[in-house]
């Protein structure tokens, strides 16, 4: 089964409104952390929130909020507010387990294209 | 400036000419990680270090080795290239506890082998 399973290859969503990115994991592992990441068309990986798997509350930074819902095993990123600069690629990925053994898997994106 | 380097950023060889993609940290991380980004398959972890001596595979390790002599400083080597090796190869750095501990990410090596 894929670890990391991101459904929607590509999305559009009109500028200032808010858009949903989904995400679903897989682990037997008690603790993990989820993250989202941006790719935009420059290339580099910019960090964008993290969710704990001990975490109560979902996370939020800014215009992203992350809908965990743990038990259905997905770790969904809300932007907010859509800007032209939104536009990139987008990957969900999970660290496994703690002390000497942390794997990280990525999902394989989500292209989002912001239209004026 | 925190910040993960690595070098070369582009590099184009041939089949079986052995190379090495250096990667350093100034931000005294213990975990560093290897991935490589293909089009359509996301980002997969080739290896990860814990820490000085410490290394362990990740999902795609074969044809690929990696040391950690220092702290600062995790080298990609690839002993002999093959066409399949062509990526884009990001190394990345965070804390080693699990929680909050986001990865710095290089700004990334384009490698093709022809």
């Known amino acids: 089964a894929q670890k990391i399973t991101q459904t929607q290859p590509g999305m559009f969503v009109q500028e200032k409104e808010a858009v949903t990115l989904d995400c679903t994991y897989d682990?037997?592992?008690?603790?993990?952390?989820l993250f989202w990441y941006k790719q935009p068309s420059s290339g580099e990986m910019i960090f964008l929130i993290y969710?704990?798997?001990?975490?109560?509350q979902n996370a939020t930074e800014g215009r992203y909020s992350l809908n965990f819902q743990k038990a259905r095993k997905s770790a969904n990123l809300v932007i907010s507010a859509s800007q032209l600069g939104d536009s990139a690629m987008y990957f969900c990925?999970?660290?496994?387990?703690?002390?000497?053994?942390?794997?990280?898997?990525f999902g394989i994106g989500t292209k989002l294209q912001v239209i004026p | 400036e925190a910040q993960v380097t690595q070098n070369p950023r582009y590099l184009i060889t041939v089949t079986g000419k052995k190379l090495t993609v250096t990667c350093s940290q100034n931000?005294?991380?213990?975990?560093m990680s290897w991935y490589r980004q293909d089009p359509g398959l996301g980002l997969r972890q080739i290896y990860y270090?814990?820490?000085?001596?410490?290394?362990d595979k990740g999902d795609v390790p074969e044809g690929y080795k990696v040391s950690r002599k220092e702290k600062r400083n995790f080298p990609l080597i690839l002993e002999s290239p093959s066409p399949n090796q062509t990526s884009l190869y990001f190394c990345?750095?965070?804390?080693?506890?699990?929680?909050?501990?986001?990865?710095?990410f290089g700004p990334g090596t384009r490698l093709t082998v022809t």
């Open positions: 990345a750095s965070s804390l080693s506890h699990p929680r909050q501990d986001e990865q710095y």
């Open positions: 682990t037997s592992d008690p603790s993990y952390g």
């Open positions: 969710q704990g798997s001990y975490d109560q």
């Open positions: 990925a999970m660290r496994e387990g703690s002390g000497g053994y942390q794997k990280v898997t």
């Open positions: 931000m005294n991380h213990e975990y």
């Open positions: 270090s814990m820490n000085v001596e410490v290394t």
